[in-house]
Nanobody, 119 residues
Framework: QVQLVESGGGVVQTGGSLRLSCAASGRTFNIYDMAWFRRAPGKEREFVAAITWTGTTEDYTESVNGRFTISRDSAKNTVYLQMNSLKPDDTAVYYC????????????WGQGTQVTVSS
């Protein structure tokens, strides 16, 4: 089992920045890929960004490309999401996820952290 704990959410004005953290514990040696998803009010959960545990590959949804950066610190078993130039549309609960396979079938999820961008 892998446990994930997110932190770093909050309220920020349009154009501001936040950095989310996701600390992994447990059988972290099984992790192949980690990702961030988000769910805005009244909308379905959507993929935001992903990174392989080795850090060799990153992937972003188009709406955040150029504004958000995913990174990981393998020594700390932590993945980060640096969010810049935030917009009200970025308001959502952000979830960290992990998978042990290459198909991005995420089996492990954090509890979520709220990000609110005020206009």
């Amino acid at each position: 089992q892998v446990q994930l704990v997110e932190s770093g959410g909050g309220v920020v004005q349009t154009g501001g920045s936040l950095r989310l953290s996701c600390a992994a514990s447990g059988r972290t040696f099984n992790i192949y890929d980690m990702a961030w998803f988000r769910r805005a009010p009244g909308k379905e959960r959507e993929f935001v960004a992903a990174i392989t545990w080795t850090g060799t590959t990153e992937d972003y949804t188009e709406s955040v490309n150029g504004r958000f950066t995913i990174s990981r610190d393998s020594a700390k078993n932590t993945v980060y999401l640096q969010m810049n130039s935030l917009k009200p549309d970025d308001t959502a609960v952000y979830y960290c996820a992990a998978t042990s396979d290459t198909l991005r079938s995420y089996s492990y999820w954090g509890q979520g952290t709220q990000v609110t961008v005020s206009s």
